[in-house]
């Protein structure tokens, strides 16, 4: 499984910024696709998946703010952010996961919201 996520970068406060991450090796429609994220000094954590039926989980911190989708036809999962805010800041991860398996990471994408 090979997950290549981009589309980070530097916003301001309240700003928008889409991640896209592009599976390989892997049958794409079995797994539900993620995002998590780290900021400096802190544990990675959940920011929201996708199951291959379409269900999304979010959590609460990015509530009506974030927006996953996936698009099986381009083995692409998107993490739509809006309204950021500093404590966004953070290196957000790629991940997927089937019963099972193991979770596999992408590489990572930083993620920086200034004042």
């Known amino acids: 499984v090979q997950l290549q996520a981009s589309g980070g970068g530097l916003v301001q406060a309240g700003g928008s910024l889409r991640l896209s991450c592009e599976a390989s090796g892997m049958l794409y429609t079995n797994y539900r696709m993620g995002w998590y994220r780290q900021a400096p000094g802190k544990q990675r954590e959940f920011v929201a998946h996708i199951t291959s039926g379409g269900t999304a989980n979010y959590a609460d911190s990015v509530k009506g703010r974030f927006t996953i989708s996936r698009n099986n036809a381009l083995n692409t999962v998107y993490l739509q952010m809006n309204g950021l805010r500093p404590e966004d800041t953070a290196v957000y991860y790629c991940?997927?996961?089937?019963?099972?398996?193991?979770?596999?990471w992408g590489q990572g994408t930083q993620v920086t919201v200034s004042s």
């Open positions: 991940n997927s996961w089937r019963p099972g398996t193991s979770h596999a």
